[in-house]
């Protein structure tokens, strides 16, 4: 069964993470969260995939929200392969900004992009 890159990505956090983690923003969301939101994906190679992921991080408190943002680019960057062995590479290419999003009235919005290579085999 072919599991996509960003399913490898949620898994990986979801071990590290005490906050929930979508791929859509929810209709009730809660006080901090992270979305995931695949924005490129190709072949890189005949066993490899690259993907480039938009990863955001919602909260009703700017520190807490910033303070996310930070550990989430910690674990991408040092540990995020020990999570989950499909996943080869993580490489931050945006971010962090600020990325107020104009559906949620009282969160706000933290984003940073970075591309993903996970193996296909």
């Known amino acids: 069964m072919f599991v996509t890159p960003v399913e490898h ?3 990986a956090l979801r071990q590290v ?3 929930p983690i979508y791929t859509k923003v929810p209709m009730r969301p809660e006080d901090l969260f992270l979305r995931l939101d695949v924005t490129s994906n190709e072949m890189s190679s005949p066993s490899s995939q690259e993907t480039t992921i ?3 991080a919602y909260g009703v408190d700017q520190d807490d929200t910033i ?3 930070g550990a989430l680019r910690f674990i991408l960057a ?5 999570r989950n ?3 080869l ?7 962090p900004v600020e990325f107020p999003d104009p559906d949620t009235d009282n969160h706000y919005r933290w984003q940073l992009t970075g591309t993903m290579t996970t193996t296909l085999t």
Do not use: H, M, S
């Open 9 to 11: 990505l949620l898994t």
């Open 17 to 19: 993470l005490d906050v």
């Open 54 to 56: 938009a990863v955001q």
């Open 67 to 69: 303070n996310l943002l």
């Open 78 to 82: 040092d540990e995020i392969y020990a």
């Open 85 to 87: 062995p499909k996943i």
């Open 89 to 95: 590479w993580w490489e931050e290419v945006t971010g």
